[in-house]
């Protein structure tokens, strides 16, 4: 296929059908015909600015795509990279140690929206020699303490700097930029992602020995799915700050009286500042996927499998109950794992060893949407004859309990409406219009899977607070 040939599919198949999820790789090679912009919705989006306008580089576009037909797929590219020296779980990807605990020195866990392994193991490779470069995703005024808004890829090189970049930003971010950057400054990097994106990166390295050589570390994070800028507005305007008001967000925000799972959330409007407790303000069920991008209904990685080590959060009964947070992490590269077990001799890192299984739990209900429903929603794309990516799951026309087919399609009308209403609602200024459009959708999400007794219990409930009223 010549160039030309792959950058228009790649525009007629994961483009035209609403699968990209912004991560910028096509957009990084010299004179890209690609460039990345904010749509309608609130989401990056890649966009062709003309066809005919490319030359330098012979890139293979559809294969820099993480969606892309064609391209090799998770567990591909990681058994390139970590077979020789891991073990293979086929949830959790390539292993070669499994930990839960959290960062005992500094203040990386209480800067941290976890235990702040994130950070600290950015950290640790710039201070121990083994990058010269960290690329994270921080706020353009973190120097400031702020946590405005946009979010952006930005390259740290000291221990401060790094810092400044703790926090999951749940926001729309994209490489592309960045990546130019490293392309030009020479030195060793580590680059934080999600699973999609670090695929991407692993995939452009296979076309860009520029980036092959530069880029030394990748490190994953844990992921559920990406939001839109909508999100943040979302949750904002629900504490009184409208969109364009909207200043700054920071989204795990830890609440000292409360399990680590009962986080709140922050925003900064131009008129003053809120916290919030995250589940007291709608749409932020997490499971129920509002202002998912539609890209991550169809990714089946929640490890970022293709990663030298990920992080995330241990959502296990042992852990949760500790409001400081508590990461669950998995290493594939011996020197990531020989840091956190030198660190943890010196009593740097609190760490349990974990295993699969336990890492596994941690993510129950993320892997079962990932690795198993995706069948069941790759089915019902198929159903209307539209392209699909390929995954590693296959179409499945059925799920068992059957009150899952149910919640899956209810998922994925949420998705559609939380974007559509929403936009709906900052035209006319009108929080209501996306509330009342999805809230009887939510509820009916809601009640799927409960018993009878649950169903009358809560019936009964809400029966007493209208006559209390
Ligand atoms: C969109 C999203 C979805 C997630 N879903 C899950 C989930 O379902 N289950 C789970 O257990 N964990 C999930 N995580 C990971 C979790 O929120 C924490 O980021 C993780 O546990 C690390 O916390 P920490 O305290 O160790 O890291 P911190 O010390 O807080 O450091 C986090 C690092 O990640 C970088 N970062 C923040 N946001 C992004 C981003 N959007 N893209 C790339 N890098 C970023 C920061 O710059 C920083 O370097 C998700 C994170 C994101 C951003």
Not at 33 to 46: E, R, T
Not at 254 to 267: E, G, I, L, M
Not at 320 to 333: E, K, L, P
Not at 336 to 356: F, H
Request: hydrophobic share 35%.
């Amino acid at each position: 296929m010549t160039t030309k040939q792959s950058l228009q599919a790649l525009n007629d198949t994961v483009i035209a059908n609403g699968y990209c999820v912004g991560c910028g790789a096509c957009a990084v090679p010299d004179q890209s015909p690609f460039k990345i912009v904010m749509d309608d919705y609130g989401q990056y989006q890649s966009s062709l600015k003309d066809a005919n306008v490319f030359a330098t580089t012979q890139n293979d576009y559809e294969k820099l795509c993480p969606f892309g037909s064609g391209t090799p797929n998770e567990d591909e590219i990681a058994k390139q990279h970590f077979s020789e020296t891991c073990d293979h779980n086929n949830q959790v990807g390539y292993y070669n140690g499994v930990f839960a605990g959290h960062v005992a020195e500094g203040d990386f866990r209480n800067q941290g929206s976890s235990g702040g392994m994130g950070t600290w193991v950015l950290n640790e490779l710039l201070s121990k020699g083994l990058v010269d470069y960290v690329v994270h995703v921080k706020s353009e005024t973190a120097a400031q303490g702020l946590h405005n808004i946009p979010f952006k890829y930005q390259v740290s090189e000291t221990l401060e700097e790094i810092q400044q970049g703790g926090k999951s930003r749940y926001y729309p971010i994209e490489l592309s930029e960045v990546l130019k950057t490293v392309r030009n400054n020479p030195g060793r990097y580590a680059v934080v992602g999600l699973p999609c994106f670090i695929k991407s990166i692993r995939l452009l390295q296979a076309q860009d020995p520029i980036l092959a050589e530069r880029i030394q570390y990748c490190v994953g994070l844990v992921c559920g799915h990406l939001k839109s800028a909508h999100y943040a507005q979302s949750l904002a305007w629900q504490m009184g700050i409208a969109p364009q008001e909207l200043e700054g967000v920071d989204f795990r925000i830890k609440d000292r009286s409360q399990p680590a799972n009962r986080y709140s959330t922050y925003a900064k409007g131009s008129t003053g500042e809120k916290v919030v407790p995250t589940n007291q303000l709608f749409g932020a069920d997490w499971g129920a996927g509002a202002f998912k991008y539609k890209a991550c209904d169809f990714c089946d990685d929640v490890f970022a499998e293709t990663a030298d080590v990920v992080l995330g959060d241990a959502w296990l009964p042992e852990y949760v109950q500790d409001s400081y947070g508590t990461n669950v992490v998995v290493t594939r590269n011996q020197n990531i794992r020989q840091l956190i077990v030198n660190a943890r001799t010196e009593g740097r890192l609190e760490m349990d060893d974990l295993g699969v299984a336990k890492a596994v739990q941690s993510q129950d209900a993320g892997l079962r949407h990932r690795k198993i429903a995706i069948g069941y929603r790759i089915h019902r794309e198929q159903m209307t004859k539209a392209w699909v990516p390929t995954k590693r799951t296959g179409p499945i026309n059925t799920l068992s309990p059957r009150y899952e087919m149910k919640r899956q399609r209810l998922r994925t009308k949420l998705r559609l409406l939380s974007h559509e209403s929403f936009l709906k609602a900052k035209r006319k200024s009108e929080l209501l219009t996306y509330i009342n459009t999805v809230q009887p959708v939510y509820a009916r999400y809601s009640r799927q899977g409960r018993s009878f007794f649950h169903r009358l219990i809560s019936f009964l409930k809400r029966r007493l607070i209208i006559s209390a009223r």
